[in-house]
């Protein structure tokens, strides 16, 4: 029997044991998400067990998945689908990334003060509830929050994303289980997408549907001693986005804060509109780049393609891994840097 390419090989070890042999595979990692996600088809392992106790992989297993022999994904089985006819007996296992408890899992908080607290230690403290490292990326604003409370019953991930957002920081996963807290960060490009050398389909929407001209956030603050009347009533904040007409966006703060941070939220906002303008979905054969290292959700590449009007550095939001019949591809959702807290700098590799 002709032995299987490493570069082409997926495993997953479920409960200390290996599983291989995949009928099909698809992994995303998500970086400006909560968690990835995976799905595997196979045959049955062994045997039908004889109780739910014995199955060889089952819902809340730990599983790290490997692709290419390389980390790809830590976290749980969140769901096993059995089907079967008479010729056919087929098993689907679903898991997603550690940081996926932090979706559907409450704030559980006494009083819920962290008054004085920077977004850091208010993600560490809600996070380490359910065994979930945080880990930064970048410059982040950490200036502490005066006022910050959460709500018994909040979701965690809700929590966390409120007070993000007045540091215009973005939340994010990694692969290996960790939440991000993603601040502005060089986009240096680690790799080359080039129509005709190795670029297999592509597709990009070039928009301005979401670009405004000025970006405000409006709201109000705990008054004290030292700000009061209409500087704690009547805050607001302007910054001037891309767009050539007189288009207004107006979003309203999550929480008390400083004038720092209504600033930051309208930061964020200019953030993702501004980066959400370009949007392409690339296709390439195989889960490896040029350097024999797995494409990754959270780096960025130079993308040269005419046909997409393309010819810069973007950012890849989702990194998504398939083996099928059809072969073996990665397809990577690129977006403009700034969508990913990323900011450009040229000096990396030129594509030729």
């Given at each position: ?6 570069s082409?090989?997926?495993t997953?070890?479920?409960q200390?044991k290996e ?5 099909s595979?698809s992994?995303?990692q998500?970086?400006a998400?909560?968690?990835p996600v ?12 004889a109780?739910a ?10 599983v ?12 749980y089985v969140?769901?096993r689908?059995?089907g ?6 087929g098993?689907?296992?679903v898991?997603v990334g550690?940081?996926w408890?932090l ?6 908080e ?9 977004i850091?230690?208010?993600a ?8 979930v490292t945080?880990?930064t990326v970048?410059?982040v604003d950490n ?9 018994p019953a ?6 966390i994303?409120?007070?993000?957002r007045?540091?215009c ?5 990694s692969?290996?289980?960790e939440?991000l ?10 790799g080359?997408l080039?129509?005709?050398?190795n ?6 929407v ?23 009347g ?8 302007m910054?001037?986005g891309?767009?050539?007409?007189e ?7 999550d929480?008390?804060?400083?004038d720092?941070?209504i ?18 979905h ?8 040029a350097?024999g290292?797995?494409w990754?959700a ?8 005419p046909?997409l ?12 891994f398939?083996?099928g019949?059809?072969?073996?591809t990665?397809t990577?959702?690129m977006?403009?840097?700034?969508h990913?807290g990323?900011?450009p ?5 030129t594509?030729?």
């Amino acid at each position: 029997m002709a032995r299987q390419d490493i570069s082409e090989t997926a495993t997953l070890i479920v409960q200390g044991k290996e599983f291989k042999d995949f009928t099909s595979i698809s992994l995303s990692q998500r970086y400006a998400e909560f968690n990835p996600v995976f799905a595997f088809d196979c045959t049955e392992f062994m045997p039908a067990p004889a109780t739910a106790a014995k199955l060889a992989i089952k819902p809340g297993d730990v599983v790290q998945a490997y692709l290419a022999g390389q980390p790809a994904l830590s976290g749980y089985v969140v769901e096993r689908h059995v089907g079967y006819d008479a010729r056919n007996h087929g098993v689907k296992i679903v898991g997603v990334g550690k940081s996926w408890d932090l979706t559907n899992c409450s704030v559980f908080e006494q009083g819920g003060a962290m008054d004085g607290m920077s977004i850091t230690q208010i993600a560490t403290k809600l996070a380490s509830e359910v065994g979930v490292t945080v880990r930064t990326v970048g410059n982040v604003d950490n200036t502490p929050f005066e006022n910050a409370h959460v709500q018994p019953a909040e979701m965690i991930s809700s929590a966390i994303e409120r007070y993000a957002r007045h540091r215009c920081a973005i939340l994010g996963s990694s692969p290996n289980g960790e939440l991000l807290i993603i601040g502005a960060h060089p986009a240096n490009p680690s790799g080359a997408l080039i129509e005709g050398q190795n670029i297999l389909r592509a597709n990009c929407v070039i928009r301005d549907e979401n670009t405004y001209k000025k970006i405000y956030a409006i709201g109000q603050r705990h008054s004290n001693d030292e700000v009061r009347g209409d500087a704690a009533n009547k805050q607001i904040a302007m910054v001037t986005g891309s767009a050539t007409r007189e288009r207004k966006l107006v979003v309203m703060h999550d929480i008390s804060d400083s004038d720092h941070g209504i600033k930051q939220r309208a930061e964020i906002e200019k953030l993702f509109t501004e980066g959400g303008k370009v949007e392409a979905h690339i296709t390439v054969q195989g889960w490896l780049k040029a350097d024999g290292k797995l494409w990754k959700a959270g780096e960025y590449y130079r993308v040269k393609s005419p046909m997409l009007l393309l010819d810069d550095v973007l950012g890849c939001k989702v990194a998504s891994f398939d083996q099928g019949p059809a072969g073996t591809t990665t397809t990577l959702e690129m977006v403009l840097p700034d969508h990913l807290g990323g900011k450009p700098d040229m000096r990396g590799p030129t594509p030729t």
